[in-house]
């Protein structure tokens, strides 16, 4: 596979705004909420239709209420319900997506966070739709009348597949999902119409993680990663630097090497800088690239082995960020720093017990293989912040710990407490979850090593995730605002699609570092 069969290809529906349904349209999808009123008091309410003003004659809207009802439509969240479209409307059948009840605002929350959670919920709702309008290749909605961003982002990302490896797409000869949407709006304004650029951004940079995330191990190893990356990165003129294994042994890369010596497929560490306006404030990104993790020495068990294709998901999603702002020329400066390697256990392969030196000067007693992604970000933070950046943001599957503390879409969030708590909340503005921890100073203790500076991992299981966070802060000075993100559940999706989270790769934390970045832009 080349290059460009991941740089170029089309990741998402095409998008643009309309006033009325086009004659190409074969479907119209709405939303239906739960804010309608009963007969009594003690009815359930009659869903209501969510269709925009001017879009649909008041008589067939009527009509189009009364047959969903008629066919049992509620309102839920999430729920699907098609009928025939009534005369008057011009496309063959109408599919409604339940909205739940939109005007909620659940107690104890903030406007703000209010606000975040009705978005997520309308971005889920039509993630949901764009998988249920299969055989429909054009299709307008109305969905967009209460948010084009959370909206586009929604069928995008829900009507995301990855079949680069199938000899035949899975929906045969049928259109597996809308390659055209028209966004229906009472006018197209130049708010409407920078909300959807923006959107498109977003989603397709999403969209281009998760490609990263889903493309095998046989054909994404650590130099073909970093080709791939450099692709991207010249196609949207960043600037881009990659240093081969020579270059990292020569220059000290010593946690790179040591995880990567044990394949023959050789390490890299990718640079990639969106220069921003003179200025302005930096941002360091971080983001772990094991492209395969077997353990090394420290072998993992077979069962499961396979889903490490997923521990490059925050080398993904920091390149990915950096691209998109560079595409939305965001004033805030950007370098992603990215360390690849494959983690493999052979002759070469470093030991329990070896001593390495990681950039910087560190040294550093290997008592676990398998615990190589932070050994790989301690490099690459430390090389980072020879930039002397205003803001270090770090990601990575880091720790099976963080599933079990926070669960499969909750990323921990750790760091210095005021940019940690920063991050936490953005990410939920964004939709990601993110949930900010602490970095308890005991658990330094415990990393104390017998023969170097620091061991790699701490001789009992308590607090995992926290433990690593913990190792990383070493290579971060005082004074320095970082955050660390640990996605090891959120960036894969090891179950059925729910939202519009397919199964397999996320795209997260993509969406919480350019709602961070474009923060600083705003804020400083």
């Known amino acids: 596979m080349s290059n460009s069969d991941t740089a170029d290809r089309v990741r998402g529906p095409e998008f643009d705004l309309a006033t009325t349904i086009a004659r190409a349209d074969t479907a119209l999808l709405i939303g239906l909420n739960?804010?309608?009123?009963?007969?009594?008091?003690?009815?359930?309410?009659?869903?209501?239709?969510?269709?925009?003003?001017?879009?649909?004659?008041?008589?067939?809207?009527?009509?189009?209420?009364?047959?969903?009802?008629?066919?049992?439509?509620?309102?839920?969240?999430?729920?699907?319900t098609r009928v025939p479209a009534?005369?008057?409307?011009?496309?063959?059948v109408v599919v409604a997506v339940g909205l739940g009840k939109l005007d909620d605002e659940p107690s104890g929350e903030t406007e703000t966070d209010a606000a975040s959670a009705a978005a997520e919920s309308l971005r889920q709702a039509a993630g949901i739709a764009a998988r249920e309008l299969a055989g429909h290749p054009t299709v307008a909605t109305t969905l967009s009348s209460l948010g084009i961003g959370p909206v586009v982002e929604g069928l995008f990302l829900g009507a995301y597949r990855f079949e680069l490896f199938r000899s035949e797409p899975e929906a045969g000869g049928k259109a597996p999902v809308p390659t055209k949407i028209h966004l229906l709006v009472e006018t197209k304004n130049a708010d409407a119409k920078a909300e959807l650029a923006h959107a498109e951004v977003v989603a397709d940079s999403v969209a281009i993680a998760r490609d990263f995330v889903n493309t095998p191990p046989s054909h994404l190893y650590?130099?073909?990663?970093?080709?791939?990356a450099a692709s991207l990165g010249r196609k949207f003129r960043l600037t881009v630097e990659v240093l081969d294994d020579t270059a990292l042994e020569q220059q000290g890369y010593g946690g790179i090497i040591g995880v990567g010596k044990g394949?023959?497929?050789?390490?890299?560490?990718?640079?990639?800088?969106?220069?921003?306006?003179?200025?302005?404030?930096?941002?360091?990104?971080?983001?772990?690239?094991?492209?395969?993790?077997?353990?090394?020495?420290?072998?993992?068990?077979?069962?499961?082995?396979?889903?490490?294709?997923?521990?490059?998901?925050?080398?993904?999603?920091?390149?990915?960020?950096?691209i998109a702002a560079a595409r939305l020329g965001v004033d805030t400066a950007v370098t992603a720093t990215v360390p690849m390697a494959e983690n493999m256990p052979s002759s070469t392969a470093q030991r329990p017990g070896d001593v390495l030196t990681q950039y910087g000067g560190k040294t550093i007693e290997v008592?676990?293989?398998?615990?190589?992604?932070?050994?790989?970000?301690?490099?690459?933070?430390?090389?980072?912040?020879?930039?002397?950046?205003?803001?270090?943001?770090?990601?990575?599957?880091?720790?099976?710990?963080?599933?079990?503390?926070?669960?499969?879409?909750?990323?921990?969030?750790?760091?210095?407490?005021?940019?940690r708590d920063r991050v936490a909340a953005l990410s939920r503005s964004a939709g990601e979850n993110g949930w900010a921890m602490p970095l308890?100073?005991?658990?330094?203790?415990?990393?104390?090593?017998?023969?170097?500076?620091?061991?790699?991992?701490?001789?009992?299981?308590?607090?995992?995730?926290?433990?690593?966070?913990?190792?990383l802060k070493q290579f971060v000075p005082d004074g320095q605002s970082w955050?660390?993100?640990?996605?090891?559940?959120?960036?894969?999706?090891?179950?059925?699609?729910?939202?519009?989270?397919?199964?397999?790769?996320?795209?997260?934390?993509?969406?919480?570092?350019?709602?961070v970045i474009e923060d600083i832009a705003e804020t400083g």
């Open 86 to 92: 009534p005369a008057g409307l011009d496309v063959d």
């Open 440 to 471: 308890p100073p005991e658990l330094l203790a415990d990393l104390k090593s017998r023969v170097a500076d620091l061991a790699n991992i701490t001789p009992h299981r308590n607090g995992g995730m926290l433990a690593a966070g913990t190792y």
């Open 34 to 80: 739960q804010n309608g009123t009963g007969d009594s008091p003690s009815a359930d309410p009659a869903p209501a239709l969510v269709i925009g003003d001017g879009i649909v004659d008041d008589a067939v809207a009527e009509a189009l209420e009364t047959a969903l009802v008629a066919v049992g439509a509620t309102g839920k969240h999430g729920e699907i």
């Open 263 to 322: 394949s023959s497929r050789k390490p890299r560490l990718v640079r990639l800088t969106h220069a921003g306006r003179k200025g302005a404030k930096s941002v360091a990104l971080v983001g772990k690239g094991i492209t395969f993790d077997t353990g090394g020495i420290s072998i993992k068990p077979a069962a499961g082995m396979d889903l490490m294709t997923s521990d490059m998901g925050g080398a993904a999603a920091v390149i990915a960020a950096t």
């Open 222 to 228: 650590p130099e073909e990663f970093a080709a791939r």
């Open 483 to 515: 955050a660390h993100i640990d996605i090891a559940g959120p960036a894969f999706n090891t179950g059925g699609p729910w939202g519009y989270s397919p199964k397999g790769a996320t795209g997260v934390p993509v969406r919480t570092l350019i709602r």
């Open 367 to 419: 008592l676990n293989t398998d615990a190589e992604g932070r050994l790989i970000l301690a490099d690459a933070i430390v090389r980072a912040l020879e930039d002397d950046p205003d803001y270090l943001i770090d990601t990575a599957t880091l720790t099976g710990a963080q599933m079990v503390a926070l669960g499969a879409r909750t990323p921990g969030v750790m760091g210095t407490g005021a940019f």
